[in-house]
């Protein structure tokens, strides 16, 4: 069964596994004792950590080893943010960066900080100098990840990192989704990843903090991983980590090429296959093993069960796809289409023979979803039509209250009016994203009496 979401997880790699076999019979002692297996085990820990400071770029002692990608992103920010306290309380981060990075931030807003989200385009983006200008005397710190999770658009590190030393600020970088393809631009300040996005055992993050970097490591003191990381190391795990890490970059340069060429075949093939399909993302600055497109009048849920009963395992950022019912933040952001959404991501070892049959799978299951929820097959003008209707949808979620914006489009003169009432917070992307894929005008959002009047106008 061909495993599509290698951005969520990657497979086991294997020389994790061996290595992950070999430090449990030689690595579970504790590396602080002086004895003969604490002294091996201690042999295993620092050449670990010295294996993972040479990829990611640092000295040894500057990379601390935690639990988890996330922790150590919120080690990052919160020991940051202390020990630049007397600079100020304001936090700097774009409006994609991972869910770690936005819950660290609300939780320091509601700490009595307070933080900005600089704005991305429609690829994914941020703008070096609209970055540089959200920079303030009083800023502490700003984050911004080398590449993104969801599309896969890499980021302007380099140029974002200079401004941020010419206003001697530092710069933390989410390289969770990067690492394992290559090092990012050194002038970063913090640096976060975590193992099990490159092929590493889960359980294992990696936190750099570069020398002069005032950072001050929040909660109860521990005297393992200079006080950055409490508690026992998971010595196997963080072997097993290392190993993977040097291994899958010395793959990364030949593997990068073969993947990007079968992920440009997605890129390409998708939108002839199926119709009203939008790929997202940076066509060029991104990931080489990562696609994500959106399918309208499609409901993501259902969509993913389809191709999982055709044995391919894919995500979504689809509001229906959640437990919260609403877009995915960095859809959002974006102002792309959110209903429908599938993101593809290739582990190494890809053959092309499984990515031509996902291509051969995904238009019958797209279109066994839109049958299913009496999408539109086309859109027809009616001889007696009127200047404007309304459109109920009302407890209806994604992506209905699109189709039924579809289906009625056509009953209006060029000029009319569709107004779609619609309490689902997907509406709030979708309708303005058809508008955009269809030619038509998006007029803007109304209050209504429940949730949101949006109102469209037909343009053809």
Known sequence: MPYFDAASSAPLHPVARQALLAALDEGWADPARLYREGRRARLLLDAAREAAAEAVGCRPDELTFTSSGTRAVHSAISGALAGRRRVGRHLVVSAVEHSSVLHAAATHEAQGGTFAEVPVD??????????????????????????????GTEQPVAEVAELCRASGVPLLVDAAQSLGWGPVPAAWSLLAASAHKWGGPSGVGLLAVRKGVRFAPQGPSDERESGRAAGFENLPAVV?????????????????????????????????LVPDVEVVGDPVRRLPHLVTFSCLYVDGETLLHELDRAEFSVSSGSSCTSSTLTPSHVLR???VLSEGNVRVSLPAGTTAEDVDRFLRVLPGAVSEVRERLGAPVSVA?????????????????CPIPVIELAKVIGEVPVGGTVTVLSDDEAAR????????????????????????AYVVRRLS
């Not at 593997?255 to 002839?272: F, H, K, T």
């Open 240 to 272: 097993a980590a290392a190993a993977s890490l040097r291994a899958v970059r010395a793959e990364a340069a030949a593997e990068s090429v073969r993947l990007r060429a079968l992920v440009d075949l997605i890129r390409a093939r998708v939108p002839e």
């Open 333 to 335: 952001a974006m102002g």
């Open 122 to 151: 429609r690829a994914g983006s941020v703008s070096a100098a609209t970055y540089g200008e959200a920079l303030r005397e009083d800023t502490a710190l700003a984050c911004l990840q080398s590449a993104n999770h969801e599309v």
């Open 381 to 397: 003008p009616s001889p007696a039509a009127a200047t404007s209707l309304v459109v109920d949808s009302l407890g209806k979620r």
């Open 429 to 452: 992307l979708d309708i303005p994203a058809w508008c955009v894929m269809r030619e038509q005008e998006y007029v803007g959002e109304e209050p209504a009496d429940r949730g949101s």
